[in-house]
């Protein structure tokens, strides 16, 4: 895969691999989100549990003013990869790994939209957790 804007130093093939199987996963749980909560996006059949654990405030859901997954897709490519590289050190979100992410977030090219984004980062950061387990 090409590099973008949103590599930081440390992104490697091996994260552009792990990246390319949660991508699907990812966007699979934001089109059936959108479904359930009115959206006009088909039922990817998304079990129960996840939609109710988005619900009850557990996991983020993407809300009406949310931009489109596209938009989404370096953020969350982002935070995943970061997972990867920091996950045994920052095995949960705090405001040291924040702050580390912010940093290279912006050496990575885009010293703009931190704050937009930082959600979505949180989220597959955190998505990315229980994938590897860590």
């Known amino acids: 895969m090409a590099t973008d804007w ?3 130093s440390w992104w490697t093939e091996d994260h552009d691999s792990s ?9 699979r749980d934001w089109e059936q989100t959108k ?16 939609t109710i654990k988005q619900a009850a ?4 859901i993407p809300g009406a003013a949310q931009p489109a997954y596209e ?10 990869g970061a997972c990867e590289h920091y996950g045994r050190q920052y095995p949960e979100w705090n405001d040291s ?3 580390q992410l912010r ?5 990575s090219g885009d010293l703009s939209d931190w704050n937009r984004n ?14 590897f387990q860590l």
Request: proline content about 5%.
């Open 19 to 27: 990246w390319g199987r949660t991508k699907a996963a990812l966007r």
């Open 97 to 99: 790994l924040e702050t």
């Open 118 to 131: 930082r959600h979505s980062v949180r989220w597959a950061y955190e998505y990315a957790l229980k994938e």
């Open 57 to 60: 405030g557990k996991e983020r």
């Open 6 to 8: 949103y590599d930081a």
């Open 71 to 80: 938009e989404c897709e370096p953020a969350l490519r982002f935070g995943h």
């Open 35 to 50: 479904h359930d909560f009115g959206g006009k996006s088909p039922d990817l059949g998304q079990d129960v549990p996840d």
């Open 103 to 107: 940093k290279d977030w912006s050496a």
